[in-house]
T-cell receptor, first 115, second 111 residues
Framework: DARVTQTPRHKVTEMGQEVTMRCQPI?????VFWYRQTMMQGLELLAY????????DSGMPKDRFSAEMPDATLATLKIQPSEPRDSAVYFC?????????????FGPGTRLLVL | GQNIDQPTEMTATEGAIVQINCTYQ??????LFWYQQHAGEAPTFLSY????GLEEKGRFSSFLSRSKGYSYLLLKELQMKDSASYLC????????????FGRGTSLIVHP
């Protein structure tokens, strides 16, 4: 049963610290999405990769957030420096497609609390 | 951009039928998704509609009317485990085709 995995599942940190979240997409999937979910804003897209290339990161605050795919089995989302308003659940999702019409399969999420 | 509207919360009785509506305003419509999300868990894919009409999948059905900018998710024979948030997501053509999610409808099923 192929699944998207994310680490860590929970993270508590202090304001100003660097946070790195990792995602392993389903083997063979060529698209990766990073979302942030809060009660106030719902599910927001932060970044989107296809074949490891970033296609859309317009939803990501560039001054503190960065997303990369060092290889096809690993995607990372970094926040430096972190702020309390970054507290949220961060989901990674992967899919298989070339047109963007693929279904997204979500990982379990990283619950981040910045104090 | 897209404007997606869903009711915030609905309640229903076990065994009943419930219809969750989603309306959207967008240009270049290119598909609508429904996802289910249990509390504390990740969203899971339920259905995808790109043409008008009803798509049935077991106890769940999804309907789309592109001319009205309207979709609904129909859940039959409700079970307690159907208590969850149901997210409507719309994709537009052009650009990256990434779906935009609505805020979700929290469904509470009671005995």
């Amino acid at each position: 049963d192929a699944r998207v995995t994310q680490t860590p599942r929970h993270k508590v940190t202090e304001m100003g610290q660097e946070v790195t979240m990792r995602c392993q997409p389903i083997l063979g999937h060529n698209t990766v999405f990073w979302y942030r979910q809060t009660m106030m804003q719902g599910l927001e897209l932060l970044a989107y990769f296809r074949n490891r290339a970033p296609l859309d990161d317009s939803g990501m605050p560039k001054d503190r957030f960065s997303a990369e795919m060092p290889d096809a089995t690993l995607a990372t989302l970094k926040i430096q420096p972190s702020e309390p308003r970054d507290s949220a659940v961060y989901f990674c999702a992967s899919g298989l497609g070339t047109s963007g019409r693929e279904t997204q399969y979500f990982g379990p999420g990283t619950r981040l609390l910045v104090l | 951009g897209q404007n997606i509207d869903q009711p915030t919360e609905m309640t229903a009785t076990e065994g009943a039928i419930v219809q969750i509506n989603c309306t959207y305003q967008t240009s270049g419509f290119n598909g609508l998704f429904w996802y289910q999300q249990h509390a504390g868990e990740a969203p899971t894919f339920l259905s995808y509609n790109v043409l008008d009409g009803l798509e049935e999948k077991g106890r769940f059905s999804s309907f789309l009317s592109r001319s009205k900018g309207y979709s609904y998710l129909l859940l039959k024979e409700l079970q307690m485990k159907d208590s969850a948030s149901y997210l409507c997501a719309v994709r537009v053509s052009g650009g990256s085709y990434i779906p935009t999610f609505g805020r979700g409808t929290s469904l509470i099923v009671h005995p």
